[in-house]
């Protein structure tokens, strides 16, 4: 029989228990009836569309449509202001966003080429910039392709020109030989994966012309729509815009120009690029809250400024209200020059509701205007949820709306009220700098956790950076830069925007100094709840005011103390690239880590890519072996196969090639690689499909760069080419380190096909796809038993 100190206990733990649901309740209901649940529409919204981007099979937009409405008669039932109330409201709108996103996809319907090739391009010139070497980047809407006809052609299509040429107006008709490809895929499985963005861009293959492409004036534009004229003359003017910056400021500070007004990037050098990302001062590039809000308080003050020296005018008609009508103006024409990026809508929706909450007489700066901002952007892109430009963007926002709104609430200054005139400009300044020091102390943690996931970088010297090229970009930058705009139409430009790079000369020397103080740390993968787990508790704290608001910092603590004491996943010790072009392996030592390359010069997409996420200390290039060659490949085009001799003579060189090689780095020849496991066994790389046969009888683990009709090797050898990597993706293999160990593989792309790589399983001889992306894992390959191993192949049997 229990006691009754047991019983006491018992109820006194019910009670509180219940006095804490009971104050949750409480808060939930506060927070409700002053409308702070609204603050998180675009929330549920993105959360919605993020899920339905990201799950391996979407439910059909039937089957959602049908759960919606029936939460929704469920929600018009419950009574408001209670717990049931608000979670039958957030799965309406998590739904809603799941059919947002699917109703984007069905709606972009991009085409994406299915496999590389070399064909002729004749197509329409929607975009084009220019690069620091002089060449050029072109969007072309395809109008036709030739020798050969691609059948499933793409609608538009990213192409570098990079030999001397004539360069294509926007609305000209440029023809060329090009090599076509389709956008890359993860570079490691986990890591963004390209073709997601390109087939929301409506961009369906990325390549280069062969020579110069010919371009000539097209009379189609007068057939397309209004809007798509619209669109043409727009860019046409951001491009004579971006022309007319770069030929007044020559070099780095005139692409910096051009960044800052038109969103053009491209033609910065990669020092420059470098610098501003390892010292944070990228952020400056993107044309985003920063370059708004200055743009619209300098023309809002100016106006306002010189309308109030005429009293008779000041005093009949609202002043403040005209100068945010012209401020409204003047970001509309911005936004519609800078190429529509995600971050200067997010920064114009916010200026403009911004603005009009002045013409309507209600607060200007809320939490409130950046969820309407946000919900209009998710509503016509929910695509944009996934990327880091969105979502840093937002984070930064909210949390500086937040810290405004925390220090405007704080308790009067202890310090008495300046009152000499050199106390109030020592008070002012040190208003500016505490506020720049705020700033950036705030933005910079509130986009820490998107840095350390998307770019796996974190730059330790931003603070300072930031505090010295703030104050140029807001009083010298920007002002004399949008004052040159104004005068431009008169020709009267070219001092101002004179005096602005001035300004960015001097922001690229603190940038080039900051980041010769180190490049901050970098981070390798992290557990894939850590970034989910950190922006909840980060929208908790920021977009609530009630004491429920500390679980979200509760959350964040928790978050990043599991993360810390948690077990770093194991990388994998073999990586491929998707073209099965870059191998590396990890090779035995003891304080670094170091990857053996099959490559002298790796690609730098790639191995850029692999660097941080491996953390990689140094990369071991392979060794050539002297006086050694294959023998020359047979033309397959004309039927040429290899003699017995020459047979006889490829076994040898390879047989010579596997005897040479040692286990600390590759040793090549021309077209072939090869290194020895720990465990003995041999790792043949391969450029050449005629000698795949042999290839397989004296390696274990074959990584062939070239398509095969082979999907196995006949004698239980490993073989990974880039014919069942069109179906995969780049891989990660672990387990290589003892016989009896199985392998280990995590493959790019597995499950169900996307939208957006369902290109890779095109059969373009039957017109039809494979529904699923597909690993056979072989029981044990490096025990040597010689069991033929089913790898993926694609539907066209290349």
Not at 428 to 437: E, P, R
Not at 634 to 656: C, F, H, M, W
Request: overall charge positive; charged content about 15%; glycine content about 8%.
């Amino acid at each position: 029989m229990p006691s009754l100190t047991t019983i006491g206990h018992g109820a006194g733990a019910r009670a509180v228990l219940h006095r804490i649901l009971s104050r949750v309740r409480q808060c939930v209901s506060d927070e409700s009836r002053h409308g702070h649940f609204f603050l998180f529409v675009p929330v549920w919204l993105g959360a919605g569309a993020a899920i339905w981007f990201s799950v391996g099979q979407p439910p059909p937009a039937l089957f959602l449509g049908l759960l919606l409405a029936c939460l929704l008669s469920a929600l018009l039932r419950a009574m408001r202001d209670t717990v049931a109330h608000v979670v039958l409201w957030s799965s309406c709108l998590i739904l809603l966003g799941m059919l947002m996103a699917d109703w984007e996809t069905r709606r972009m319907s991009t085409v994406i080429l299915d496999q590389p090739l070399v064909t002729t391009v004749t197509g329409l010139v929607e975009r084009r910039e220019q690069g620091v070497g002089g060449e050029w980047r072109y969007v072309l809407r395809v109008i036709q392709t030739a020798e050969p006809t691609i059948r499933r052609s793409p609608e538009r299509v990213s192409l570098l020109a990079r030999s001397r040429h004539a360069p294509a107006a926007i609305g000209d008709e440029l023809s060329g030989r090009a090599r076509l490809s389709p956008p890359s895929g993860p570079a490691l499985p986990g890591l963004n994966d390209f073709s997601f963005q390109s087939y929301f861009a409506g961009i369906g293959a990325v390549g280069f012309f062969l020579g110069p492409p010919a371009a000539k004036t097209s009379d189609s534009p007068q057939e397309q729509g209004l809007w798509a004229r619209f669109d043409e003359a727009l860019f046409s003017l951001r491009d004579r815009i971006s022309n007319r910056i770069r030929s007044v400021l020559p070099g780095d500070p005139g692409a910096f120009a051009a960044a800052i007004i038109t969103g053009e990037r491209r033609s910065m050098s990669e020092e420059a690029t470098e610098a501003l990302r390892v010292s944070g001062l990228a952020h400056i590039t993107a044309i985003s809250g920063l370059n708004m809000a200055l743009a619209a308080g300098i023309f809002f003050v100016g106006l306002r400024g010189l309308l109030s020296l005429m009293p008779t005018f000041n005093h009949r008609y609202p002043v403040k209200k005209i100068a945010a009508g012209g401020a409204l103006l003047a970001t509309t024409g911005y936004v519609l020059i800078s190429g529509y990026q995600v971050s200067a809508l997010r920064a114009y929706l916010m200026t403009a509701v911004m603005l009009g909450a002045v013409l309507f007489d209600r607060p200007a700066v809320s939490l409130h205007n950046l969820a309407l901002a946000a919900t209009a952007i998710l509503a016509v892109q929910p695509s944009a949820v996934m990327g880091p430009s969105f979502q840093m963007s937002f984070a930064a926002t909210a949390a500086l709306i937040a810290g405004y709104a925390g220090w405007r609430a704080r308790p009067r200054a202890i310090l008495p009220r300046a009152r000499s005139l050199a106390m109030r400009i020592a008070a002012g300044f040190a208003k500016f700098v505490g506020g720049t020091l705020a700033t950036s102390l705030i933005g910079g943690v509130s986009t820490a956790i998107f840095a350390i996931s998307h770019f796996h970088r974190l730059s330790t010297h931003g603070l300072e950076a930031n505090l010295a090229a703030m104050p140029l970009i807001s009083l010298v930058v920007m002002p004399f830069g949008f004052i040159a705009m104004l005068l431009m139409p008169y020709g009267l430009d070219a001092p101002f925007f004179w005096i602005m790079g001035q300004g960015l000369e001097m922001v690229l020397a603190v940038a080039h100094t900051v980041s010769g103080w180190g490049g901050g740390y970098v981070f390798p993968r992290l557990p894939a709840w850590f970034m989910s787990c950190t922006i909840a508790g980060m929208l908790l704290l920021t977009l609530l005011r009630t004491p429920i608001r500390h679980a979200g910092t509760a959350l964040i603590v928790v978050t990043l103390a599991a993360a810390f004491l948690a077990p770093r996943p194991a990388d994998g010790e073999l990586m491929i690239s998707e073209d099965a072009r870059l191998v590396a392996i990890r090779v035995a030592s003891d304080e670094t880590t170091t990857l053996a390359i099959n490559r002298s010069r790796p690609a730098a997409f790639i191995f850029d890519q692999w660097r941080p996420v491996l953390g990689i200390d140094e990369a071991m290039p392979p060794v050539m072996l002297p006086n050694t060659a294959l023998p020359p490949a047979p033309d397959r085009r004309i039927g040429q196969t290899l003699s017995e001799e020459q047979r006889k003579l490829a076994e040898t060189v390879l047989d010579s090639l596997l005897q040479a090689s040692g286990s600390d780095r590759f040793t090549c020849i021309k077209q072939a690689c090869a290194i020895r496991l720990e465990n003995g066994n041999s790792l043949l790389t391969l450029e050449r499909p005629d000698l795949l046969g042999a290839a397989c009888d004296r390696a274990n683990i074959v990584v062939l760069s070239a398509r095969t009709r082979l999907t196995a090797c006949r004698s239980g050898a490993l073989l990974i080419s880039e014919t069942n990597l069109r179906a995969t993706g780049s891989l990660e293999i672990s387990g290589l380190g003892a016989e009896s160990q199985a392998m280990t593989v995590r493959s790019a792309l597995d499950g169900p096909s996307k939208p957006w790589t369902a290109h890779r399983l095109y059969d373009w001889r039957s017109g039809s796809f494979a529904t699923a992306h597909e690993f056979a894992r072989p029981p044990d390959v490096v025990d040597q038993s010689r069991t033929p191993v089913q790898m993926p192949i694609s539907d066209n049997g290349e």
